[in-house]
């Protein structure tokens, strides 16, 4: 008998991620490796896709280059877009293949970011932009999203900057970033509802309502400037008791007195050394500055409150998740060049996204773990035998210099 309601269910459950719609999705891979086949573009080898628009805004900006790496899971799948040039700012976008309009639906922006350099000081963000002339990219062109990791020394963090009237937000939390030299997957999700969330590695690290994790809006409601303590007001809690009197005397106990145990020493002598003198310690009968007792205060009204009104600049906006995009870009400054990044995807569907991430960074994470650990076993030993080797060097140099001095020394006799 056929279960209709089963079939119902499943359809239903296959409704969002078969009505996604995906505007961008790059892995910098050959289409034989390619996890987006629907949307590919062939290229060749290590050439960059013909999309990527390298900014001509300025003259020295540093070269991007495709590879999988010094280390990878797959040498082809694996490949991606590579800061390649120590010390340079970096500049370049990639047309979405349609406009983005995010009214009424979900806003997902993921991507992999490889610190194989193992970065001391650079940005390892992306953009997402509205369009615009791609030559012209540079750090002014208004974006909507900046979104990713951010090292520099002891300080790093995971950006999150939304775009409203004109001004960028950060995000008032601190989100710590994958910061080894391995791949990490970064996640941005905004809602229709005004919420967010933000993934690393598939794992949520923060959620919440955008209006209170960024500043965005003024506050409903400020303090009125109209309105001031008044000059009578009490606002001390506890006053001196009056009836309270100091105890007869007080003031005759010093703070310190000779020390009772001390002694004047053997080899003391007054007419070198002068007179001694005993030195002194605290009084352990001294008690300090009196201070009348506290009782509380009759006329106390409390602390006072300063009266709220309305904010005029207060203007409720239920679309401040809503953009129009574009356009991808990276905006950078590194240091030390040497970051890979791959597998963008920009797409209304977290599901979507999701699927995406098992193909191209799930399914390789543990390979690439397992091909760093041989290269770096590798490195280990060459420098093992590298510094065997110096020492062999040094303790040759050592013997021939002490046969050079024998011999010198036999010549002068």
């Known amino acids: ?244 009197k100091k105890p007869v005397n007080w003031d005759d106990i010093p703070a310190t007195i000779v020390d009772p145990d001390a002694e004047k020493p053997e080899d003391w002598d007054d007419e070198m050394d002068g007179e001694w003198e005993a030195p002194k310690i605290s009084n352990p009968e001294y008690k300090g500055e009196w201070v009348a007792n506290k009782i509380p205060n009759p006329a106390y009204k409390g602390a006072w409150v300063h009266p709220e009104i309305d904010n005029p600049e207060f203007k409720e906006d239920t679309e401040i998740y809503a953009f129009k995009n574009g356009h991808v870009g990276f905006d950078l400054w590194q240091v030390k060049s040497g970051t890979i990044f791959d597998n963008i995807i920009v797409t209304d569907s977290l599901d979507e996204a999701k699927e995406f991430a098992k193909k191209t960074f799930d399914d390789l994470k543990d390979a690439e773990k397992e091909a760093k650990d041989k290269l770096d076993e590798k490195e280990k030993k060459e420098a093992e035998e590298k510094e065997k080797a110096e020492k062999k060097d040094d303790a040759k140099s050592a013997d021939a210099e002490e046969v050079s001095a024998d011999e010198d020394e036999h010549a002068e006799l």
């Open 1 to 244: 008998m056929v279960n209709f309601a089963t079939i119902a269910s499943t359809l239903l459950a296959a409704l969002p991620l078969a009505s996604a719609t995906i505007y961008f999705q790059e892995t910098f891979a050959d289409p034989i490796h390619r996890h987006d086949i629907h949307n590919s573009r062939t290229f060749a080898g290590d050439k960059l896709p013909a999309r990527w628009v390298q900014s001509e805004s300025k003259d020295d900006y540093g070269k991007f280059k495709v590879t999988a790496g010094k280390f990878f899971a797959d040498s082809k799948a694996s490949r991606g877009l590579q800061t390649s040039q120590d010390a340079k700012f970096y500049a370049m976008s990639a047309p979405l293949d349609k406009e983005f309009d995010n009214k009424g639906k979900d806003l997902v922006l993921q991507f992999t970011a490889k610190f194989e350099q193992n970065i001391d000081c650079g940005g390892g963000y992306i953009k997402l932009l509205p369009k615009f002339e791609a030559k012209t990219f540079n750090g002014d062109t208004p974006y909507s999203i900046m979104f990713g990791p951010d090292i520099c020394g002891y300080d790093k963090k995971i950006h999150a900057i939304i775009t409203y009237k004109g001004k960028n937000h950060l995000i008032k939390k601190t989100i710590t970033p994958g910061s080894d030299q391995l791949t990490h997957q970064y996640t941005f999700v905004l809602h229709p509802d005004q919420t967010y969330s933000i993934l690393l590695d598939g794992e949520t690290k923060e959620s919440g309502s955008i209006l209170e994790s960024w500043d965005l809006l003024p506050p409903k409601k400020i303090k009125d400037p109209n309105a001031s303590k008044p000059s009578d007001w009490v606002d001390e809690a506890e006053i001196s008791d009056p009836t309270d």
